[in-house]
């Protein structure tokens, strides 16, 4: 099969570290020429974690946080469902018409807008992005700057055209991006005040498979999911020979990132190396130095099936909440915009979720 569908999580899109800033985030997922696989998803999140789910086969909002389902007021619920049935249609009739201007008929394709903002609570500066993908790729962004639309492809020029002079849809995209996404997302960080801003100190391991493989430091069990882990020399921070992992999710709420240092025993046996962890929950570093005693190993009846399980069962996870690819892009510039002529007459009437 030409194109292969994988499972992950959007919530790795987050860069800022020690961040104070609280994010709300949506994405909608159109499918097709997936067998038993639902031709829509939608999954709310708050601060990278899942506030919602829903999609086309089982028909209804299911809310991914005990704080929301406790603390959301009478009719949030079939509002949200009202939207993502309006999202549903919207998105079946986009990725057809996606189809026939790449001239697509058969195979796997997707079609997805990730649109959502962020709000700094320290500083009170908001961002926002809105953004459409096809195949996981860029299709057509809103620049929030210029209020204008922009594209990578040929394909999506005429939809530019359009949008660019459809005043009323830009209107609403401002107001929506200035003061509707913020004002949910602050009632929202209220809701799970207690959840989204507490803090969970890492555990952190020295792992090898063998004497001969690199050591790897892994970091679990911590939240928020901002971390930084380095390894030093002699109290030096290295740059080479490193290699950082993404930070993926526990199945429990909370992270976990590894980095693996490629060094030979007898340098480390001769040097002093250590691996470095900063996080939120702690003030001081978290430094296990790089010694036999502290090292796991298979040959020592490590308990690398629990990192693997661990893995696997975030994965689970992710493939649950979200479905289909997340295309990768970049932190600047995201827009929100339909697939065609056709397309942008219909979502020029879009009702955002709240």
Same mark, same amino acid.
């Given at each position: 099969m030409r194109k292969v569908v994988f499972?992950?999580?959007?919530?790795?899109?987050?860069?800022s570290t020690f961040a104070v800033t609280h994010s709300l985030w949506y994405v909608y997922t159109g499918t097709s020429g997936i067998p038993d696989f639902p031709e829509f998803v939608s999954v709310g999140l708050v601060n990278g974690e899942p506030i919602d789910y829903y999609d086309s086969k089982i028909r209804r909002v299911t809310p991914r946080q005990r704080w929301l389902e406790q603390s959301a007021e009478p009719g949030y619920w079939e509002m949200q469902y009202q939207y993502s049935r309006?999202?549903?249609?919207?998105m079946k009739r986009s990725i057809e018409v996606a189809k026939k201007l790449f001239n697509h008929s058969e195979g796997i394709h997707t079609y997805q807008n990730m649109y959502g903002c962020e709000w700094n609570d320290e500083t009170g500066v908001t961002d926002a992005f809105d953004q459409y993908g096809y195949d996981g790729s860029d299709f057509i962004t809103l620049d929030f700057k210029t209020m204008s639309f922009v594209t990578p492809v040929q394909q999506a020029f005429p939809t530019k055209r359009k949008w660019d002079s459809d005043t009323g849809r830009l209107e609403e995209e401002r107001n929506y991006f200035t003061w509707t996404c913020t004002d949910w997302l602050k009632k929202y960080v209220s809701y799970g005040k207690s959840t989204?801003?507490?803090?969970?100190?890492?555990?952190?391991?020295?792992?090898q498979k063998d004497p001969s493989s690199p050591v790897t430091c892994h970091a679990t069990g911590f939240f928020p999911k901002g971390i930084v882990v380095t390894w030093q020399k002699d109290g030096v921070d290295m740059h080479s020979d490193v290699e950082v992992e993404e930070t993926?999710?526990?199945?429990?709420?909370?992270?976990?990132?590894?980095?693996?240092?490629? $060094?030979?025993? +007898?340098?480390?046996?001769?040097?002093?190396?250590?691996?470095? &962890?900063?996080?939120?929950?702690?003030?001081?570093?978290?430094? $296990?130095?790089? +010694?036999?005693?502290?090292?796991?190993?298979?040959?020592?009846? &490590?308990s690398w099936g629990i990192i693997v399980g661990c893995v696997a069962a975030a994965l689970a996870l992710v493939a649950v909440v979200t479905g289909v690819v997340l295309w990768r892009r970049s932190r600047t510039g995201y827009g929100k915009a339909g697939t065609s002529d056709t397309d942008s007459e219909n979502s020029s009437q879009q009702q955002p979720k709240a």
């Amino acid at each position: 099969m030409r194109k292969v569908v994988f499972f992950t999580l959007i919530l790795f899109c987050i860069d800022s570290t020690f961040a104070v800033t609280h994010s709300l985030w949506y994405v909608y997922t159109g499918t097709s020429g997936i067998p038993d696989f639902p031709e829509f998803v939608s999954v709310g999140l708050v601060n990278g974690e899942p506030i919602d789910y829903y999609d086309s086969k089982i028909r209804r909002v299911t809310p991914r946080q005990r704080w929301l389902e406790q603390s959301a007021e009478p009719g949030y619920w079939e509002m949200q469902y009202q939207y993502s049935r309006y999202a549903e249609g919207e998105m079946k009739r986009s990725i057809e018409v996606a189809k026939k201007l790449f001239n697509h008929s058969e195979g796997i394709h997707t079609y997805q807008n990730m649109y959502g903002c962020e709000w700094n609570d320290e500083t009170g500066v908001t961002d926002a992005f809105d953004q459409y993908g096809y195949d996981g790729s860029d299709f057509i962004t809103l620049d929030f700057k210029t209020m204008s639309f922009v594209t990578p492809v040929q394909q999506a020029f005429p939809t530019k055209r359009k949008w660019d002079s459809d005043t009323g849809r830009l209107e609403e995209e401002r107001n929506y991006f200035t003061w509707t996404c913020t004002d949910w997302l602050k009632k929202y960080v209220s809701y799970g005040k207690s959840t989204l801003e507490r803090t969970v100190r890492p555990e952190v391991s020295l792992l090898q498979k063998d004497p001969s493989s690199p050591v790897t430091c892994h970091a679990t069990g911590f939240f928020p999911k901002g971390i930084v882990v380095t390894w030093q020399k002699d109290g030096v921070d290295m740059h080479s020979d490193v290699e950082v992992e993404e930070t993926l999710p526990n199945g429990d709420g909370t992270f976990q990132i590894t980095s693996k240092l490629t $060094v030979k025993p +007898e340098n480390w046996k001769r040097n002093s190396y250590s691996c470095v &962890v900063q996080h939120k929950s702690s003030k001081d570093d978290i430094a $296990v130095l790089l +010694e036999e005693k502290n090292i796991r190993t298979n040959q020592g009846g &490590v308990s690398w099936g629990i990192i693997v399980g661990c893995v696997a069962a975030a994965l689970a996870l992710v493939a649950v909440v979200t479905g289909v690819v997340l295309w990768r892009r970049s932190r600047t510039g995201y827009g929100k915009a339909g697939t065609s002529d056709t397309d942008s007459e219909n979502s020029s009437q879009q009702q955002p979720k709240a």
